[in-house]
């Protein structure tokens, strides 16, 4: 992970993307999508690192960033799929929950496919939903950090995406905080993409 010294900063900018992404994802798709891929990419970097020097580890989230903006850009035309897949398996894994335990790999797998095909079929609500869904949860991950509570933060780093749904005695006003925004950003998102339709059959 990176130095202590730098936890506000990336908090500010979890902050900052989130709400880019949860607000305007549909009309700056590849830009979030690039913006994402350098987070995961900075993030996996010095997690792999381990405890090395701070210009090493600063070294290292850069061009690790970097490398994942690239990769998130080159799959620019497979993003549609991959937010369908990748929303199916979160709906599933929050499904699994309350059930308790893992969500089998089969249904997994299948569940992705028919999401990516469906993703496909309604492209555009599918990236405003998707990119709204990350951006408020980055977006809240990232003020949680701001306030005090780097601990949410250093454990989604380190692999547990549910802290926002866990069942802690915050979790859940965050779980309702996260799919608040959440529809708040999809409904902005579409009042923009319908203006934007109507400017260009004016002209």
């Keep these: 992970m990176l130095p202590a010294s730098y936890a506000t900063a990336t908090a500010v900018v979890l902050v900052a993307g989130g709400l880019l992404a949860c607000f305007a994802g549909y009309r700056l798709f590849r830009l979030v999508l690039?913006?994402?891929?350098?987070?995961?990419?900075?993030?996996?970097?010095?997690?792999?690192?381990?405890d090395a020097g701070m210009w090493t580890l600063v070294l290292a989230a850069l061009v690790g960033g970097l490398v994942g903006a690239l990769l998130m850009l080159a799959a620019y035309f497979f993003g549609v799929g991959l937010l369908g897949a990748g929303l199916t398996v979160l709906g599933i894994n929050v499904v699994w929950?309350?059930?308790?335990?893992?969500?089998?790999?089969?249904?997994?797998?299948?569940?992705?496919?028919?999401?990516?095909?469906?993703?496909?079929?309604?492209?555009r609500f599918v990236v405003i939903f998707g990119t709204a869904l990350a951006g408020s949860w980055t977006a809240l991950l990232g003020a949680l950090a701001l306030s005090g509570r780097s601990d949410l933060l250093e454990a989604a780093s380190a692999g547990d995406i549910w802290v926002l749904i866990s069942p802690q005695p915050e979790g859940w006003w965050l779980t309702a905080a996260w799919f608040g925004l959440t529809l708040a950003g999809a409904l902005v998102q579409i009042a923009t993409a319908r203006r934007r339709k109507r400017r260009k059959r004016k002209d």
């Design 34 to 50: 690039g913006l994402y891929g350098f987070v995961a990419g900075a993030i996996l970097t010095t997690v792999m690192m381990g």
């Design 97 to 123: 929950q309350f059930i308790g335990g893992d969500p089998p790999t089969a249904v997994l797998v299948i569940g992705a496919v028919i999401g990516a095909l469906a993703a496909l079929a309604i492209a």
